[in-house]
């Protein structure tokens, strides 16, 4: 589980910000909206927690610290060669900031135990690496690297808990590869369960992915299995989108099926394939038969909705962390709330799976979060800074969504008034008249006037 994330320097994060997941000690929807974690010593954590703020404030580039993390230990040892640039960006508005590393820490759990990784680099390599892990609520300080900047050295430590051959892998740790990385490619199986976390366990989705392409036919390959087949069904029935069946019928890619200006290598690939094709059910509403749609015809909403499915279940059913990025996108605030509160529920979310999105819905302040769960980002001198809701200390009842629309907690878009240029006529060029502006009453008596006068 996630308990805490720091980022530094990074993108328009200049100064450290942090998010946690950690419950206050109101008792505010305590048993529905929180949870005792396993490991020992750890504060009782949130099931989720949602971050709103106006565009261009940095919601987005929170989302992406944690997908840079994660793909950094995925693929730093493996998918990297000596010398390839890392793919981090520091704050650029500061010339100091913009040659510094840019550093992530984050606090979580796995498999009853806590532990607390972090590292700092610039696009050409890793500057520090540590993990401190906390079997039995213990502190113990397993590695620290830190790249002297004066030498360029490295300077390792390795605790008294560590195991394995501290040499041989630090040797085989190039500069751009984390020792996490490296050290579980060489078969370490101390760090396996902290590599495990970030590669199965957290699923970080940044905006700009077309869920529908990505997740369409995971959610459909599921939908073949008769039971996983009736819980989607369920899910959307639950989100009451009239949907009464769904189906999955197996066909095979066609010349027919792809546009005329498809690849020609590419369609050789796909021709013959299969594919998976979803039909919904509607009840008639005189016969009360079931008719069937064409997934297709269904509204991007419910498409997105199907297409979350899958993974929604996925990590419910196994107790990931899921963060992603405008989770509104195409979803009504009704459906927004019913994912949500999927998380909130025992019945639904046994395992503790949590979830971090950000969005613009302001309507969701009103629903069933904690005054901990919410988030607001906002820009102070081009610089993104992140605090939660519970810094306000809001009265129970108070009406959150208004407060915040009235400016209460900041986070606001800052509109600047448009000057308007106003163009003077040309005297030698006179507006043709059928083009100038009606007339007041009284002008235009004004104007009879003038004529007759002139007549006379």
């Known amino acids: 589980m996630l308990i805490e994330f720091s980022v530094t320097n990074f993108r328009s994060i200049k100064d450290t910000q942090v998010l946690s997941m950690v419950a206050s000690s109101s008792k505010e929807r305590w048993e529905a909206n929180t949870f005792a974690p396993n490991s020992p010593s750890t504060p009782r954590l949130?099931?989720?927690?949602?971050?709103?703020?106006?565009?261009?404030s940095g919601k987005s580039n929170l989302v992406k610290a944690l997908y840079s993390v994660a793909h950094l230990v995925?693929?730093?040892?493996?998918?990297?060669?000596?010398?390839?640039?890392?793919?981090?960006?520091?704050?650029r508005l500061a010339a100091k900031a913009a040659q510094a590393p840019s550093e992530f820490e984050i606090v979580f759990e796995q498999s009853s135990v806590r532990y607390q990784y972090g590292f700092s680099a610039t696009a050409e390599g890793i500057?520090?690496?540590?993990?401190?892990?906390?079997?039995?609520?213990?502190?113990?300080r397993?590695?620290?690297?830190?790249?002297?900047?004066?030498?360029?050295?490295?300077?390792?430590?390795?605790?008294?808990?560590?195991?394995?051959?501290?040499?041989?892998l630090s040797?085989?740790?190039?500069?751009?590869?984390?020792?996490?990385?490296?050290?579980?490619?060489?078969?370490?199986?101390?760090?396996?369960?902290?590599?495990?976390?970030?590669?199965?366990?957290?699923?970080?989705?940044?905006?700009?992915?077309?869920?529908?392409?990505?997740?369409?036919?995971y959610t459909a390959t599921r939908c073949r299995k008769k039971d996983d087949r009736a819980r989607v069904l369920e899910f959307l029935k639950a989100a009451d989108l009239g949907i009464e069946g769904l189906s999955v019928e197996v066909a095979k890619w066609t010349a027919e099926d792809l546009p005329e200006d498809f690849p020609d290598d590419l369609a050789k690939q796909l021709v013959g394939k299969e594919r998976l094709e979803v039909y919904s059910q509607h009840r008639d509403l005189q016969s009360g038969e079931a008719i069937n749609f064409d997934f297709g015809d269904e509204s991007d909403g419910t498409r997105n909705l199907f297409s979350w499915a899958g993974p929604w279940l996925d990590v419910l059913d196994h107790g990931l962390v899921l963060v992603i990025d405008e989770l509104d996108t195409s979803l009504h605030p009704t459906l927004v709330r019913f994912l949500v509160n999927l998380f909130h529920s025992t019945d639904t979310n046994p395992y503790g799976a949590q979830l971090i999105c950000t969005t613009h819905d302001v309507t969701q302040l009103e629903g069933e979060l904690r005054r901990d769960q919410v988030w607001f980002v906002e820009k102070r001198q081009q610089q993104t800074h992140l605090y939660p809701l519970s810094d306000f200390r809001p009265r129970k009842q108070e009406a959150v969504g208004r407060g915040y629309l009235r400016g209460r907690y900041g986070a606001l878009p800052s509109p600047q008034p448009r000057r308007i240029r106003v163009v003077r006529p040309d005297p030698e060029?006179?507006?043709?008249?059928?083009?100038?502006?009606?007339?007041?009453?009284v002008s235009q008596a004004r104007r009879r006037r003038s004529d007759a006068s002139d007549t006379e």
Do not use: C
């Open 46 to 56: 949130l099931h989720s927690a949602m971050v709103l703020g106006p565009n261009a």
């Open 74 to 91: 995925e693929h730093s040892a493996s998918g990297k060669q000596r010398g390839d640039r890392l793919d981090l960006q520091p704050f």
């Open 127 to 140: 500057r520090e690496e540590w993990l401190i892990a906390f079997p039995e609520g213990r502190s113990q």
């Open 142 to 168: 397993w590695f620290a690297r830190t790249v002297d900047p004066a030498s360029e050295k490295t300077d390792w430590y390795f605790g008294p808990a560590f195991k394995g051959p501290k040499k041989t």
């Open 171 to 217: 040797e085989a740790t190039r500069p751009n590869a984390l020792f996490l990385s490296t050290a579980v490619q060489l078969n370490n199986q101390q760090l396996q369960p902290v590599f495990d976390w970030f590669v199965d366990r957290l699923r970080a989705v940044p905006a700009g992915r077309d869920f529908t392409m990505h997740f369409d036919s």
């Open 429 to 441: 060029h006179p507006r043709h008249p059928e083009k100038e502006p009606p007339r007041s009453r």
